[in-house]
């Protein structure tokens, strides 16, 4: 049973090592659907079930299999030797479920955007760095309860905007906001 347990480890290992350096790293099978509709509870049904059939489902699963027996059986002598495949077999399933949804939920979160991004415009902020058409800036803003959050800006006018200006953010693109200058900051005679 040892030659198993290594076998298991050794599988898995060159697995996970493999997806490491960035093979395989499209191969998982993800539960399909259009969004908003069914039963949530129907959907993470067959997201789990779906996962038992993904390779990161089978390298995390037989890496953790074949290290838990391999302790169990080294260390554990005859009596733990006995369940072993018991134990190692509910450790690899574990670790391959554990592993498959934790990845899945990482792949979900969207990056390189704010979220709720179209809440932020019309919010008044002020520049922490100058912003012109070509150079990009920093804004910050006050949030409900206290302190702030800080953005990257643009502007899309001609004239620069100086840091200490109160600006208005009038787009997100992406985590970028796009800024103008206040009303109320404008100079006399401007609107």
């Known amino acids: ?3 198993v347990y290594v076998g298991s480890l050794l599988f898995g290992g060159v697995l996970i090592a493999a997806s490491f350096f960035g093979a395989g790293h499209d191969t998982d099978v993800h539960a399909g ?3 908003g509709h069914g039963d949530g509870h129907d959907q993470s049904q067959a997201s789990a079930i779906l996962s038992l059939l993904g ?3 089978w390298s995390f699963g037989s890496a953790f299999f074949g290290l838990t027996g391999l302790a169990l059986h080294l260390i554990g ?3 733990l030797a006995a ?4 134990i ?3 450790v690899g399933v574990a670790a391959g479920l554990g592993a498959s949804t934790a990845f899945r939920a990482l792949a979900r979160d969207t990056i390189g955007q704010v979220k709720g991004a179209s809440a932020l415009v019309g919010r008044e902020g002020r520049l922490l760095l100058p912003v012109a058409r070509t150079q990009r800036g920093k804004v910050r803003m006050p949030v409900p309860g206290g302190g702030h959050v800080d953005l990257l800006a643009e502007s899309d006018d001609d004239d620069a ?5 109160e600006v208005l953010i009038v787009e997100v693109r992406g985590n970028v906001a796009i800024v103008e200058r206040a009303p109320a900051a404008l100079p006399p005679g401007r609107s």
């Open 1 to 3: 049973m040892v030659v």
């Open 33 to 35: 659907g259009d969004a």
């Open 55 to 57: 390779l990161r489902f």
């Open 77 to 79: 002598g005859p009596a």
């Open 83 to 86: 369940l072993a495949p018991l």
């Open 88 to 90: 190692s077999g509910g």
């Open 161 to 165: 905007l100086d840091a200490g200006v």
